[in-house]
């Protein structure tokens, strides 16, 4: 008989709920057509890459460097692109960044896993704040770490700090925030960081260890109006940071960001050494060598913001004049909207009713909301604004 670790037997098998709901929509499109299903399950980012990316894509592949820009670079990155976006970070953020402070990776996914792996050892704790990407616990666990979920202020959905600090102990390894939040699009505000960076410095010389804050950061540059997203790395030193050109370019498919392990964490050599040692065991190597050109020379642009906050204050609007209880969005491409029904999941089922495909946010570790992705086509909303009042009058 075949013996296979059951774990990921199961992984492979059970998509998330995120995935699956996808998976429903697609189905559902083929039956009634895909004009019929309103499907705001992915986050899949609907607006054009900006001109940056294509034109400098066209511009290396009619140049002579259209042979050489496919081939092996060194494991971290090529050095002339990691020298660009350590000078680009550093006019934007400050910090003395240098190119040996960073390695391109396959994406968030390839960041945050390389990064759980370079730091754990058995017993490790990773504290994670509610609600957050369905995948962390994954990685974490993956990595033989184990989560430690602590929940939000539900008011504004900040961290709870009585939580977090309670949650905090010998074998914390690190803390996970990601801001701008998926999936609640709130933005975690200066004086937010500014106490988290106070409660882990207190808590590092309380242990006599360093207690690592792992920045994920791929919604950083979208924000709307009225909101800044803090640079971390300047409020804490032992902060690395997890980064994906994804959203910021709408190149989620080309699998590039990278991570930074700023000058000032504790035993740096070492820490980016066993990072990119992870990478090596993991086999995440040389990131795509094309994108990472077009990352590094196009760090800092964004695709076009004003759609996502045009659709934000769209959706925000209706969904509060029909009734439901929203938490406004400072940024990303998500909207939380509490279920009315005791369940979720339920109430996501009875949306299906009216081809609303939504994504329950229990496996975020947050029961009773749905997350609404937005990152559609405006028009698309447009449209499914009478099934959501259909919805509203059906369950309030």
Not at 98 to 108: K, N
Request: hydrophobic share 40%.
């Amino acid at each position: 008989m075949l013996n296979l670790p059951e774990q990921k037997v199961a992984l492979g098998t059970v998509r998330n709920i995120i995935r699956d709901t996808f998976e429903y929509g697609k189905r559902r499109s083929l039956e009634i057509g895909a004009e019929n299903v309103f499907d705001f399950s992915l986050g899949n980012p609907s607006v054009p890459a900006p001109n940056c990316v294509n034109d400098k894509i066209k511009a290396i592949l009619e140049s002579n460097e259209s042979t050489s820009i496919h081939q092996y670079t060194s494991a971290p990155g090529d050095l002339k692109n990691l020298e660009t976006l350590a000078a680009s970070l550093n006019r934007r953020f400050g910090g003395g960044i240098r190119p040996s402070d960073l390695y391109f990776t396959v994406g968030a996914a390839a960041s945050l896993t390389c990064t759980f792996h370079g730091l754990t050892v058995k017993g490790d704790e990773y504290v994670v704040l509610a609600p957050f990407f369905i995948e962390y616990k994954v990685f974490i666990e993956g990595a033989g770490g184990k989560v430690v979920v602590t929940p939000p202020n539900f008011e504004n959905f900040q961290p709870d700090f009585t939580a977090i600090e309670a949650a905090i102990n010998e074998n914390t390894k690190g803390v996970i925030i990601n801001s701008p939040n998926n999936p609640s699009g709130v933005v975690y505000s200066e004086e937010t960081i500014k106490q988290l960076a106070a409660l882990l410095k207190k808590k590092s010389e309380e242990y006599a260890h360093p207690i690592f804050l792992i920045a994920d950061e791929p919604y950083r540059e979208l924000v709307f109006d009225g909101y800044t997203v803090p640079w971390v790395p300047n409020y804490y030193d032992n902060t690395i940071v997890c980064y994906s050109y994804s959203k910021s370019l709408s190149i989620p498919g080309e699998r590039i960001g990278y991570i930074l392990v700023p000058p000032t964490v504790c035993e740096h050599d070492k820490v980016y050494a066993s990072i990119c040692g992870a990478g090596r065991q993991l086999g995440f190597v040389n990131a795509p060598s094309l994108f990472q050109r077009i990352a590094a020379e196009c760090d800092g642009e964004t695709s076009d913001i004003s759609v996502y906050q045009h659709n934000a204050e769209l959706m925000y609007n209706s969904l509060t004049k029909m009734g439901f209880t929203c938490i406004r969005p400072g940024g990303t491409f998500y909207l939380l909207m509490k279920a009315p029904m005791e369940s979720a999941l339920e109430f996501c089922l009875k949306a299906r009713e009216f081809e609303l495909l939504l994504v329950p946010t229990d496996a975020f570790m947050c029961e009773g909301f749905v997350r609404i992705a937005y990152c559609v086509p405006t028009e698309r909303i447009e449209r499914a604004l009478p099934a959501f009042e259909k919805l509203a009058k059906s369950c309030l």
